[in-house]
């Protein structure tokens, strides 16, 4: 195997192996930009590595291989005396993780090329200043030194000399702390900071290779939903320097602003600094157009570069780039990760452009952003004057307590309550923290801070930079004004605006939900959502229907785009008022008394199923009965049981109907509920339940009928095992038919099928699709008994375990899980499709609205999926994306 690949050699579709900073370096190496020149050893020696504990065999000799004829090119050794050769050290996954891993930079100094580099560059005082950087970069990464003392030996120094910031420190100063950190490192590693550039090398290479599996780095993936298993590369490049002077400095630019997606030049630079300072939020950074006063031919270039890269990648690029004594290098490029709005707007922009098909915009954008941009937005008309401005990093609207720590954030939302993380800035440490936050707001940094970054690439609501802030962490407040803000106070962030707001701030709907509503379009970003939606319903096969039980959801479905009801659940219309007939029916002592019960229900019922198929008149409505265990429909246990025994205590007779309601309660009482007494199970023993609920379905679609509409009811049978619980049902569900068709002279069949919610079911479906017209997977209880556990009781307990430990990397409830579920919806789908051709088939479980299980389901061939009414939307997007 071949462990490195130089930048000529490589390009962007190579991101698997050679991650995707080093494959995008190698495409603009190809391109001809001016990319200072280097080598990538692939993710395949990292997974080896990481696999054995041990460097592969090969890899020294690949690297050293490179290195020499990086050497050669540039004539000039690593680390040699004079003016010698330095490289960084850079992780870059497949998938962009922004600061989650390790990046040494300045590999290749030791006490003799730190002279020579002084006297190359002209300044002692930087070539110093380099070192002591990488002997703290290396001593923290590579040597496993806590950071904290490095940060510490740094502050006495300048408390020692009287020096205010870095800045104050002279040549002989860094020269000295360099010796304390020699030092320091020798006290807690027992070991000397290597002098030899090939060991600094080959040391940095593995410890890139070990911060794939860092804290940070496996939060994050979990977060992202990335597998664990994938592996860094690591970049190795020549340095450039932008901490060099005033005519030197790094920067971060986009073609196109990530927040909106309008388009125009973005981004931040800081004049002598190296790429680190401008995201750390160190010192603020000045707007790009900046760089056309300061370096202006620089800035020229890097215009012309960052067209030919949007040209090249027809997407939102950005750029991390270096100025070194007014000439410019380009240190990384990507497509660029951008708020759900900013993509909707970049990807309607780009096709008006030309540079992409209608296809091709819809393709890079996502259900996940949609269903972002239906989330409410505060009310206009409520929201007051502002605490503060600050930067919009990531959009939207949110609430919370003010937290100012990760922990508290972590503490407090665990809790379930919602909080808002306030910092001075953010570091790759409050990651945890953010995750727990409904919004972050920091006083310091630009759209590319940490905090900007990692909030947009989250979802999460974020403020940067607002500067009016006084962020005081350790008594834990704001102030601002003459405002303070206490630890726990609730403040509200307009991550579009840029503004916090005192207290909560109502929500209304936003201008996405509004279209879906009216059809209005008001402006750019709606009009570019419309026109995903168009094509996506246009290019889409698999229908959209929604999880309906009420005709205001019904009604609110069907403007949302839904086809029809998929699922339209009968529980609720037994509670309320009608628990009292619910149990009746239950405490009947013989068939006259249940019968009265199950009388007084049908017309209610008659009326729920009216309303419905009404709202959705001339669609399908699949109506499924009665699915619970009946005894959810009566109090609960405990409460009744005291209430009796009070009774008794107080030496009265306790009340009969209490008495009687605890017997049955605990006849009825089931260990495991959800494998219990409920679905067909429940209406084959129940004594006219079925016929009830299905008089009260056929008599109300001919009332339908008879005032005019076009009503297209389904009946659908819940928890089905064999094909003989459907038959037994189907017998009653036909009898009930015929009667009420010959009562009112009017035929009526709605089609008969079933759930295949049960193992049993999918390896059987072949026989069932002999009873069933329709088959629906519902996916929920279909994962449940798949897996072995219930949804309430997994979650809680161990599901994070589970995904810290990469059992799983997104909850089976959330996503299909392909191979165990999805391989019984795969072979349901063929039996029953061989037993009975054109059999209908659909989903309702709560996958129906999960971008991924749509594409799922689509490939599979399913008719429909459906989902709660406001999933809608993003279903139809994501139908559309699969069938590209
Ligand atoms: P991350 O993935 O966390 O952004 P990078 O590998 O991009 O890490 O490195 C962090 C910073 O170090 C970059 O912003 C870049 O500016 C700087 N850097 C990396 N390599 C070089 C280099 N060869 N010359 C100058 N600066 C570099
Ligand atoms: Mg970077
Ligand atoms: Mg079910």
Redesign the pocket.
């Known amino acids: 195997v071949r462990y490195v690949y130089a930048f000529g050699e490589g390009g962007r579709d190579q991101a698997d192996l050679l991650g995707g900073k080093g494959a995008n370096l190698a495409e603009m190496t190809r391109l001809g930009l001016p990319v200072p020149p280097g080598f990538i050893v692939t993710t395949e020696a990292c997974r080896a590595f990481l696999a054995t504990g041990g460097e592969p065999p090969g890899l020294s000799r690949d690297v050293s291989d490179h290195l020499a004829t990086l050497e050669r090119s540039a004539g000039r050794q690593l680390g040699q005396r004079d003016d010698p050769l330095l490289v960084s050290v850079r992780s870059g996954a497949r998938h962009s993780m922004p600061g989650m891993m390790e990046t040494i930079l300045d590999v290749g100094l030791n006490d003799d090329s730190v002279l020579g580099l002084a006297k190359s560059a002209g300044d002692e005082r930087f070539a110093w200043d380099s070192y002591r950087r990488l002997v703290q970069m290396f001593g923290c990464t590579v040597m496993g030194v806590d950071g904290a003392l490095f940060e510490q030996a740094l502050d006495d120094l300048k408390r020692d000399v009287g020096a205010a910031d870095d800045l104050g420190l002279n040549a002989a100063d860094l020269a000295g702390l360099v010796e304390t950190y020699k030092e320091l490192i020798r006290r807690e590693t027992g070991e000397s900071f290597p002098q030899s550039p090939a060991e600094q090398l080959q040391r940095a290479v593995l410890a890139v290779f070990q911060s794939w599996n860092g804290e940070r780095a496996r939060l994050y993936r979990r977060r992202e939903h990335i597998p664990d298993d994938l592996g860094t590369a690591v970049t190795v490049q020549t340095m450039v320097f932008g901490n060099l002077g005033p005519d030197s400095g790094s920067g971060v630019a986009f073609t196109r602003d990530p927040a909106t997606g309008r388009s125009g030049v973005y981004g931040d630079y800081l004049a002598n600094a190296q790429g680190e300072d401008v995201v750390s939020g160190i010192r603020n950074t000045v707007p790009l157009d900046e760089l056309a006063r300061i370096a202006p031919e620089a800035y020229e270039q890097l215009r012309r570069h960052m067209a030919t890269l949007e040209a090249h990648y027809r997407d939102l690029c950005d750029i991390e780039f270096t100025v070194e004594r007014g000439r410019l290098w380009m240190l990384q490029t990507r497509v660029g990760k951008r708020t759900a709005e900013a993509a909707f707007t970049i990807a309607s922009a780009l096709t008006d452009e030309g540079l992409v098909t209608a296809g091709e915009a819809l393709d890079r954008v996502h259900g996940d952003q949609l269903a972002r941009l239906m989330f409410p937005r505060f009310d206009a008309s409520a929201v007051g004057e502002p605490l503060a401005h600050g930067v919009p990093a990531s959009p939207g609207a949110a609430v919370g307590a003010a937290v100012f720590d990760s922990a508290e954030a972590v503490r407090r939302a665990s809790a379930g309550e919602k909080v808002v993380l306030v910092r001075e800035e953010t570091t790759p440490d409050d990651l945890p923290g953010m995750v727990a936050a409904q919004a972050i707001l920091t006083s310091r940094g630009g759209k590319t801070s940490h905090a900007a970054v990692v909030a947009r690439g989250m979802g999460t609501v974020c403020v940067c930079g607002a500067e009016e802030l006084t962020v005081d962490v350790r008594r834990r407040r704001f102030t601002v004004g003459g405002t303070t803000v206490e630890e726990g106070t609730v403040v509200s962030v307009d991550g579009s605006a840029g503004a916090v707001y005192p207290g909560a701030v109502p929500l209304v709907d936003s201008a996405v939900v509004r279209y879906f509503e009216t059809g209005e379009r008001p402006d750019a970003l709606v009009d570019a959502v419309a026109r995903a939606m168009e094509h996506a319903d246009g290019v889409r096969r698999l229908g959209v229907r929604a999880n309906a039980d009420t005709p205001e959801d019904a009604a609110r479905a069907r403007r949302f785009g839904a086809e029809g009801i998929g699922l339209c659940r009968t529980e609720h219309m037994f509670l309320g008022d009608r628990r009292r007939l619910v149990e009746a029916m239950i405490l009947a002592g013989g068939d006259a008394e249940r019968d009265r019960a199950l009388e007084a229900l049908l017309p209610l019922q008659r009326r729920d199923f009216g309303g419905i198929l009404e709202a959705m008149d001339g669609l399908p409505v699949t109506i499924r009965l009665l ?1 619970p265990p009946l005894h959810e429909f009566l109090p609960d246990r405990t409460e009744l049981a005291v209430r009796v025994a009070r009774a008794e205590a107080r030496g009265g007779p306790p009340d009969e109907h209490d008495v009687r309601l605890l017997d049955a309660v605990n006849r009825m009482h089931e260990e495991n509920p959800m494998l219990g007494l409920r ?1 067909v199970r429940l209406g084959l023993v129940a004594p006219g339940l079925v016929a009830m609920q299905v008089r009260a379905i056929a008599e109300a679609v001919v009332e339908r009928r008879r005032a005019g509409g076009d009503p297209r009811a389904e009946i659908m049978v ?2 089905i095992d064999t094909v003989e619980e459907l038959r037994l049902v189907r017998e009653e569900v036909d009898r009930v038919l015929a009667d009420v068709s010959a009562e009112s002279g009017m035929p009526v069949d709605c089609p008969v099928g079933t ?1 295949i ?1 049960l193992p049993r079911a999918a390896l059987t479906a072949g026989l069932i699709a002999e009873e069933a017209e329709f088959f629906s997977f ?1 996916t ?3 994962t449940q008994t798949t897996w072995g556990f219930s949804r309430d009781d997994v979650e809680a307990a161990f599901f994070s375990a589970y995904l810290d430990k990469g059992v799983f990397t997104v909850s089976p409830f959330e996503t299909i899980d392909r191979k165990g579920v999805g391989r019984l919806v795969e072979i349901a789908v063929a039996e029953g499709r061989a037993a009975r051709p054109g059999l209908q088939m659909g989903v309702c ?1 709560e996958h129906g609205g999960d971008p991924e299980s749509v594409h799922f389901f689509h490939a599979v061939g399913l008719d429909y999926v459906s989902c709660s009414p406001y999933r809608v939307p993003v279903a139809r997007l994501e139908a559309g994306r699969a069938a590209l």
Do not use: A, I, T, V
């Open positions: 699915d679905g819940p928890l759930m919610e519902g929920n209880d279909l479980g």
